[in-house]
């Protein structure tokens, strides 16, 4: 049975498990919104207790807050940043809007601690660390969870670039290994011109890389901290100096490059510069659903499909089909990447759903940003490891498809003109000839010239056949 101990709150009293370190508040938010069950992934708990571990010290250093009491909750905080007590954090991230319950749960359980650390018991009634006079002091949860939400953020952006450089490096090294396999292209899911898988895969590469850029530009906005405004942008109740000590604080204890906001108002109002990062994880994801989506079209079959591509075996297939096997890494990374383009979308609405001085749907943007980083670097990693590192091709089925291609054509229409190059596909095509025996059949070209100019390499290089 569970033993429940007694605490007290604006409201009255309320029971809550007798080892928790958190309080009335947060016991609150358990009982009004059993939601999904989720908790705040970690990288909302390192942020969140960073900012208070971060804003003891600054209030102490500004002589508004007791030195004991300080480096008491600094520590409490340390302990918490350290991976300890997150059992603790428990307020599902569908909660009563701006992130109230999520700020007061830490305010209560870094107050406990802090307390245990100075010798009193949790039930003491003379506890002298408050959660709101001394862990929130000079915040409000309208300045603190948007600085949290660019924080958390912050704090895995080198985790997920890495990620995506990874998965950059692997498919660059086998777009070079590949770059003399020559293959026919496919456009509208049809037949088209060669192209070197190099050239196929390479691209895959540097969509990905152009992609890094435009997370790391989105990011850049995310820097910008508008802790210190408080419950409205106006600074109420926080040191005019607080603002610009939080700032460099919070850099020194992070290592990341932090800045003042230049407008306090606007860093609470709107949300733009999460959305904007979003929408930068969103293009991510696009890129890597059409990746995904290419290797399994590549490697279909084995016998009936293209199968140009072979991924490594990883499990079997089938549980009635014996010997089969699938693109299940490719599968995986499909549904990764729509789950984060359905973050998105809930992040970009809740982005416009602001009312003048505060955004209230902030614990889902918070959420849903962390979650997408989480299961982009998770899915990536596994999909660059486990299927783009062994994936071979298959030479042999590549050149088959390519000699049997009727679209070869085309680098003659210099030469015989594009009516005379339709006419030499279709019949190809209906006799299933090759585009070499119908233009000699026809007597379009003499063989050596009709040679030279379907060098299949050569039509990959561009240029126009003489």
Not at 83 to 96: K, L, N, S
Not at 259 to 270: A, G, K, N, T, V
Not at 271 to 299: C, P, Y
Not at 346 to 356: D, M, R, Y
């Amino acid at each position: 049975m569970t033993e429940y101990r007694i605490e007290v709150d604006s409201l009255g009293e309320v029971r809550v498990p007798k080892e928790a370190l958190y309080a009335a508040q947060t016991q609150r938010a358990l009982e009004n919104f059993p939601i999904t069950g989720m908790k705040p992934l970690p990288a909302f708990i390192w942020s969140i207790t960073l900012i208070k571990r971060a804003a003891a010290e600054v209030n102490m250093e500004l002589g508004l807050l007791d030195a004991e009491l300080a480096q008491a909750i600094m520590q409490a905080g340390e302990e918490i940043l350290a991976g300890r007590h997150h059992e603790h954090f428990v307020v599902d991230p569908f909660q009563a809007g701006a992130g109230t319950s999520h700020n007061m749960n830490a305010n209560e359980v870094m107050a406990n601690r802090a307390n245990q650390i100075l010798g009193y018991d949790i039930e003491a009634s003379d506890k002298p660390v408050h959660p709101n006079d001394h862990v929130n002091m000079a915040q409000s949860t309208n300045d603190t969870i948007p600085t949290a939400i660019r924080l958390g953020v912050l704090w895995r952006l080198d985790e997920l670039l890495e990620t995506l450089a990874r998965f950059v490096e692997v498919t660059r090294g086998k777009a070079d290994e590949w770059d003399d396999v020559v293959k026919t292209g496919r456009t509208h899911l049809q037949d088209a011109v060669p192209i070197r898988l190099g050239q196929e895969v390479g691209a895959w590469a540097t969509a990905i890389e152009r992609g890094m850029d435009k997370t790391r530009f989105a990011a850049e906005g995310l820097r910008r901290l508008g802790i210190g405004g408080t419950a409205a942008g106006t600074g109420l109740n926080a040191h005019p100096e607080y603002h610009g000590r939080m700032v460099a604080k919070l850099t020194a204890l992070t290592g990341i490059q932090l800045y003042e906001s230049d407008d306090l108002f606007e860093s609470m109002q709107s949300m733009g510069d999460a959305v904007f990062f979003s929408a930068a994880l969103r293009n991510l994801a696009m890129d890597f659903t059409r990746i995904a989506n290419d290797a399994r079209l590549l490697s279909a079959g084995p016998t009936t499909g293209i199968a140009e591509l072979t991924p490594p075996t990883v499990q079997p297939g089938s549980s009635i089909m014996p010997g089969k096997v699938n693109p299940v890494l490719a599968e995986m990374l499909n549904q990764a990447m729509y789950h984060v383009m359905g973050n998105d979308t809930a992040v970009n609405l809740c982005g416009a759903a602001g009312q003048f001085e505060l955004n209230v749907m902030m614990p889902v943007i918070a959420h849903n940003l962390n979650e997408m980083m989480t299961v982009m670097i998770g899915s990536v990693g596994a999909f660059t490891e486990k299927l783009m590192v062994g994936l071979a091709v298959n030479r042999e089925r590549a050149a088959s498809w390519l000699a049997r291609n009727p679209i070869l054509v085309t680098a003659l229409n210099p030469i015989i003109g594009y009516n005379n190059g339709a006419k030499v596909a279709k019949r190809a095509l209906a006799e299933g000839k090759s585009v070499r025996e119908v233009v000699l059949e026809l007597g379009l070209m003499e063989a050596a010239e009709l040679d030279a100019a379907l060098d299949a390499y050569a039509m990959t290089e561009g240029g126009i056949a003489e």
